[in-house]
């Protein structure tokens, strides 16, 4: 956990244990952290999660990275330094949204494998799983929804993610996906057995 820089602030405790969260609100936060290349099917997978979830009674939210990045994030680029403060952020607000008992999924490339175990420490253990969305990055570039890999093979975007900028994957995520091969629906179900097998469902 970072330090703040000002030294006159002192932590408030509040007078709901995690106990009393999950009794009253009746579930378990978590932090369901997609990561995979751009195009890979992170965000797509997630709000068909969130989707599944609210259905059933479930309190969830998508943190996308796109959006994060239109208001929290927008004063970072992509440098490997504002990557990390992003991830950073990213980090602690899911942070924040587990202690309040939401099941909280983030779509980020967050190519950094230090970044998400610094992600992964924020939360307790049992509570953060690390989603790979395994898909090739041929098959990336010929989705291309947005045409990103495209302006970055023509040098339009730079530091952009397994063009000019590296992608470490997950050596021990909780789950798998194989985002080219299976359906969405087939995804979406193993993330909520997944959560189901751990408890937090």
């Not at 969130?50 to 943190?63: G, R």
């Not at 610094?118 to 307790?124: H, T």
């Not at 098959?139 to 470490?168: N, V």
């Amino acid at each position: 956990m970072s330090q703040p820089v000002s030294k006159n602030i002192h932590w408030h405790h509040g007078k709901l244990t995690h106990e009393d969260r999950v009794k009253h609100l009746g579930q378990k936060g978590a932090v369901i952290w997609f990561t995979g290349l751009s195009a890979s099917g992170k965000s797509t997978v997630a709000r068909e999660v969130e989707l599944a979830l609210v259905e059933n009674k479930k309190s969830s939210y998508v943190l996308d990275g796109d959006n994060i990045r239109h208001g929290l994030n927008s004063n970072l680029g992509f440098s490997p330094d504002d990557r990390k403060e992003n991830i950073r952020r990213i980090g602690e607000v899911s942070k924040l949204f587990c202690e309040a008992n939401v099941i909280v999924l983030t779509a980020f490339i967050s190519p950094y494998r230090a970044d998400r175990d610094l992600a992964r420490q924020l939360v307790p253990e049992g509570q953060f799983f690390e989603v790979f969305c395994d898909l090739p990055i041929e098959i990336a570039e010929q989705r291309d929804p947005k045409g990103l890999y495209k302006k970055a093979k023509a040098g339009e975007i730079k530091e952009f993610t397994g063009i000019s900028a590296p992608y470490e994957a997950p050596e021990k995520p909780e789950l798998v996906l194989k985002t080219g091969k299976e359906t969405l629906e087939e995804s979406t179900r193993r993330v909520l057995d997944l959560l189901a097998s751990k408890g937090i469902i």
